[in-house]
């Protein structure tokens, strides 16, 4: 009997409609929908609506310095204001740099080894 009221989609009965080809299809009915006055519901196909009033222009975009920018940087290579710890690779920095850090591990040294003998 419920073959004569319902459509059968995978085993399960539904009140919706066949489309012909085997499918179910629910017709969806809006109230105080009319020619007249028609609803439109978001993201459901149907005629466009009406066009609605163009919106205020805005304010230009200001582009400051450093607001935009693409570089391509190389692997381990870092672009930054604040360079946060482990973000600098040794083999990345200059030789005065390396000097320097010899130098002040060479100081480190002396003064482990001064204390040593202390």
Same mark, same amino acid.
């Given at each position: 009997?419920?073959?004569?009221?319902?459509?059968?989609?995978?085993?399960?009965?539904?009140?919706?409609?066949?489309?012909?080809?085997?499918?179910?299809?629910?017709?969806?009915?809006?109230?105080?929908?009319? +020619?007249?006055?028609?609803?439109?519901?978001?993201?459901?196909?149907?005629?466009?609506?009406?066009?609605?009033?163009?919106?205020?222009?805005?304010?230009?975009?200001?582009?400051?310095?450093?607001?935009?920018?693409?570089?391509?940087?190389?692997?381990?290579?870092?672009?930054?204001?604040?360079?946060?710890?482990?973000?600098?690779?040794?083999?990345?920095?200059?030789?005065?740099?390396?000097?320097?850090?010899?130098?002040?591990?060479?100081?480190?040294? +002396?003064?482990?080894?001064?204390?040593?003998?202390?």
């Amino acid at each position: 009997m419920a073959e004569q009221f319902l459509n059968e989609s995978n085993g399960v009965f539904t009140s919706a409609e066949n489309d012909g080809t085997g499918k179910p299809v629910t017709a969806v009915y809006l109230k105080n929908n009319s +020619e007249e006055n028609p609803l439109y519901i978001k993201g459901m196909q149907g005629e466009p609506g009406p066009k609605g009033d163009k919106g205020d222009k805005g304010d230009p975009a200001v582009i400051e310095e450093k607001s935009i920018t693409h570089e391509m940087l190389g692997d381990n290579i870092v672009r930054s204001n604040n360079i946060g710890t482990g973000s600098v690779l040794l083999v990345n920095l200059n030789s005065e740099v390396k000097a320097k850090f010899d130098d002040l591990q060479k100081q480190i040294d +002396e003064l482990k080894g001064g204390q040593a003998s202390n």
